[in-house]
């Protein structure tokens, strides 16, 4: 089975502050890894993808495969960047997303 | 470009009725996938349409089903509606079924 754990409900960071959103997953087979936002009432749209390896509005997320993990970081946190963040994987030859729960990131002025 | 459409933006249901709520997919895309997010939680997979098939469904019960049409617009219906199928059901669109999906606003749907 496939599993994204997200351990934090709430990250709370002061602009300016490094941030970094945790991922963790659980699959036997080579995974496809997403972050997707969603802004205040806004639509849930992907922010970036491992396989693109591209930085995105600043932030950036490595694919680990020996600590299963895909964190989402970003060096200077800027209050636009406040919103819900969620993680996903697609299992090889899947069509399903599976994501976590989510982390809702504020950033204080 | 329009981007992917749902119908209604909200609905409230009484236990044991039905519902259809409706997804118009981006221009080009020919699949469609649904998913329930319950409060709280992240987006689970109910099942998705290619090419007006059913291409992979979650573990949602037969009552949950689907069509896909020659447009490529999607519908998802809900038999026998109980307490906790209140959810925003979230539809996504893709060129096909491994590519990038894009999401809908979503149907806010409570039953009561």
């Known amino acids: 089975a496939q599993r994204v754990t997200q351990p934090e409900k709430l990250l709370s960071v002061f602009k300016g502050a490094p941030v970094e959103l945790k991922c963790n997953y659980s699959?036997?087979?080579?995974?496809?890894l997403f972050w997707y936002v969603q802004y205040s009432r806004q639509r849930l749209q992907l922010l970036l993808r491992h396989i693109s390896r591209e930085s995105i509005k600043g932030f950036t997320a490595d694919l680990n495969k020996g600590e299963t993990s895909f964190h989402l970081k970003k060096p200077f946190a800027q209050e636009e960047d406040s919103a819900m963040y969620y993680c996903?994987?697609?299992?090889?030859?899947?069509?399903?997303?599976?994501f976590g729960s989510g982390t809702r990131l504020q950033v204080q002025p | 470009e329009t981007g992917v459409t749902q119908s209604p933006t909200h609905l409230i249901k009484t236990r044991g009725q039905q519902v259809t709520l409706r997804c118009s997919s981006q221009s080009g895309h020919n699949t469609v996938s649904w998913y329930q997010q319950a409060l709280g939680q992240g987006p689970q997979f109910i099942f998705q349409y290619y090419r007006e098939e059913e291409n992979g469904r979650g573990n949602f019960p037969p009552r949950f089903s689907g069509l896909q049409f020659p447009n490529y617009s999607s519908e998802l219906n809900v038999n026998a509606l109980e307490l906790d199928d209140s959810a925003l059901y979230l539809c996504a669109s893709s060129l096909d079924p491994q590519e990038t999906q894009y999401f809908g606003p979503g149907t806010r749907l409570l039953v009561l």
């Open positions: 699959y036997s087979g080579s995974p496809e």
């Open positions: 996903a994987l697609r299992g090889t030859g899947r069509r399903a997303l599976t």
